[in-house]
């Protein structure tokens, strides 16, 4: 189930998963999704990163917080369906559907 959380910015927050992985093993992960590009990745290099990515015209981030990787769509009215498709693709390695 997608989440509808808008951001002050006006990005959708729409998906939580565990952060049961490192980092870059989702950033590898996400990049293995078909049509995406990993456009930026920050990290301090042991606690906190952000991943944006492109896909179908649609810019993403994910960062993580408490415990969770957090998603976001910079277009709050992206199609569900893609958003549905970025879920279901992270989820296989983060061990969740």
């Known amino acids: 189930m997608l989440l509808d959380d808008r951001t002050d910015d ?3 927050k729409f998906a939580e998963l565990p952060e049961c992985h490192p980092f870059e093993l989702l950033r590898d ?14 990290t301090d290099g042991t606690v906190e990163v952000w ?3 492109a896909l179908e ?5 994910v ?6 990787f957090w998603f976001f769509v910079k277009n709050p009215d992206a199609p569900d ?9 992270c989820a296989r390695l983060l061990n969740r559907s």
């Not at 015209?57 to 981030?61: H, P, R, S, V, Y």
């Open 63 to 68: 960062n993580n917080q408490l415990g969770e």
């Open 51 to 53: 991943i944006d990515f």
């Open 57 to 61: 015209g649609e810019e993403f981030t």
């Open 81 to 89: 369906a893609l958003l549905h498709r970025v879920v279901k693709h």
């Open 10 to 12: 006006g990005s959708r």
């Open 29 to 42: 992960h996400i990049a293995s999704l078909r049509g995406a590009v990993v456009t930026d990745f920050l």
